[in-house]
């Protein structure tokens, strides 16, 4: 690798929801123990670093988003020790470890909001926002909280509204007061000093809010039937200029250790997302880039615009990033179906940028229907239908009782399908989603072009195939992703006479390929690289 680059540029993350990925003990959920048992199969796979979800003490209001102790594991995961464990196994063989930060909220059982919640003139009172109630008795504002209702709530000892931009169990802590900001970098501290690699920072855009709390205007395009919590306009909880200066002290932070890495979780248009790179790049590393999840039709048209959009607007050595999905989103699967799915996780592999993966994704682990009876998310239970239960099922290890994951009963339903849909199953079937994408990072891996080379977009007068040019030192590889139902045929012969299929998304194509009379089945995708002259 190339000293001018980072492990964090070239490099693939995996994230992995640690209830769901590996349970050891038999208790139907996932822990710390579990996902070191399965490091294998990850370095098998291609994958250099895993970012963890939070695995620290926790009342599980939201699954650990709802962190209790910042410098602890919760007992449900497993101790420091096995922490430490994973860390160092993960390390041996050159794998990063990250860990979600999650600084906009604590637990309501955190000792801090304790503290602040017994009276008013308690010290730690301001750690937290805190406003009178309106005159008629109700919220201080209109803010409405992600997961629905009202973004505050009444605390009946002290008679004041303490805000919630989640759940009432996540008060929101006050970003204003130095003595926070000072407990959470000791936190980062903490984490950085026993050898964690970064940190993935949990609705960073949300920090600081705007001062004076004005209400959100109501959002135009909402409309009636849509979740309550749309109606307004995040215009004064989110996104507010002082979050830069905030960020900046992360990183000097991050910056005191030796090659670490933040990633920040955004969800913004393009242009405000780039902001987050800071002015002079000292903002997060890594800006989450969700805009192939947000895209609202998903076409080789749109895309196209999209990744030339993002390459526009990258401040100068902004590194980019690509994600297609997590705990929060519907399952890539789902959204797109089999087929295209398979297109998707050879784009993701393929752009410039640094790819994370969500955990099930390269089997194309599809959602699972969750009966109402069985939701556990917070916001499923208060916006019915629009649970995250679906995307959180349990790895598909192999097709016995508990699909590997677990002995005992599993925290949520296994899919159906993990019979036939598993890892075991998938390492024997070379036309498998597993097998393309273990294939695809292998390829990744190989090539500088691919991993650290640039971009270029290749025009075609086909409106339903997006091709690209990836490209270092004398290496050129082609990707050409043909969206559309029907088979194409086309001439590419201006990026080069003659190249080598190294991937491709249907029946497995080898061999060599002239370039003016590329042919491409529906929903097909091709990595082609360049013979060179
Ligand atoms: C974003 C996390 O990804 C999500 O799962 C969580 O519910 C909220 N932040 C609140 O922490």
Do not use: C
């Amino acid at each position: 690798m190339k000293a001018s680059h980072h492990w964090w540029q070239t490099d693939v993350v995996y994230q992995i929801y640690p209830r769901s990925f590996q349970d050891s003990n038999g208790d139907g959920i996932g822990d710390l123990p579990g996902i070191r048992q399965r490091l294998d199969y990850l370095q098998w796979l291609g994958i250099d670093a895993i970012w963890l979800s939070p695995i620290f003490p926790s009342p599980m209001a939201d699954f650990g988003y709802d962190v209790a102790n910042y410098v602890d594991v919760d007992p449900m995961f497993g101790t420091l020790a096995e922490l430490d464990q994973l860390v160092s196994e993960a390390h041996q063989r050159g794998m990063r470890v990250l860990l979600d930060l999650v600084p906009n909220h604590s637990s309501d059982e955190h000792p801090w909001f304790v503290a602040a919640r017994s009276s008013r003139d308690n010290p730690y009172r301001d750690w937290y926002i805190w406003r009178d109630p309106a005159p008629d008795g109700g919220p201080p504002n209109n803010w409405l909280s992600h997961f629905g209702g009202p973004a505050w709530s009444l605390d009946p000892t002290t008679g004041q509204y303490y805000l919630h931009l989640f759940d009432p169990k996540q008060a929101d802590l006050n970003w204003r007061n130095p003595a926070v900001r000072q407990a959470i970098y000791d936190a980062m501290r903490f984490w950085f000093a026993r050898g964690i690699d970064g940190f993935r920072i949990d609705v960073i855009w949300m920090l600081i809010k705007h001062p004076d709390l004005p209400d959100n205007p109501p959002d135009p395009q909402w409309k009636p039937g849509q979740p309550e919590q749309h109606r307004l306009l995040r215009r004064h909880d989110q996104h507010q200029p002082e979050v830069h200066a905030i960020i900046r002290e992360m990183r000097m932070v991050a910056d005191e250790y030796q090659d670490r890495v933040l990633i920040g979780e955004i969800y913004l248009p393009i242009d405000d997302l780039v902001a987050y790179y800071g002015e002079n790049l000292d903002g997060v590393h890594l800006p989450f880039n969700f805009n192939l999840v947000t895209l609202g039709e998903w076409n080789a048209h749109a895309i196209r615009a999209l990744v030339e959009h993002y390459e526009r607007a990258l401040p100068p050595g902004g590194w980019p990033n690509w994600v297609l999905g997590n705990h929060d989103q519907p399952r890539v699967a789902s959204r797109l179906g089999q087929s295209m799915a398979r297109l998707a996780q050879m784009l993701l592999l393929t752009l410039r940028g640094t790819p994370t993966l969500y955990y099930g994704d390269e089997l194309g682990m599809e959602d699972v229907p969750i009966p109402s009876e069985l939701v556990v998310d917070p916001q499923g239970i208060r916006t019915p239908g629009h649970g995250r239960d679906p995307e959180r099922t349990p790895m598909q290890w192999d097709a016995t009782p508990g699909a590997g994951f677990t002995t005992g009963t599993p925290w949520l339903p296994l899919a159906v399908d993990y019979p036939s849909r598993n890892v075991t199953r998938q390492q024997d079937d070379p036309q498998s989603m597993l097998a393309l994408t273990h294939h695809l990072l292998e390829l990744r891996r190989a090539s500088a072009a691919l991993n650290r080379g640039s971009y270029a977009t290749v025009a075609t007068s086909e409106p339903d195939l997006f091709a690209y040019l990836r490209q270092a030192g004398g290496e050129q590889v082609l990707v050409i992703l043909n969206m559309g139902a029907t088979p194409v045929t086309l001439d590419l012969s201006s990026v080069g006479p003659t190249g080598t299929i190294a991937a491709s998304t249907g029946m497995q194509r080898t061999g060599h390929v002239t370039l003016d009379a590329v042919m491409l089945d529906a929903v097909e995708g091709l990595v082609i690289a360049i013979d060179e002259d």
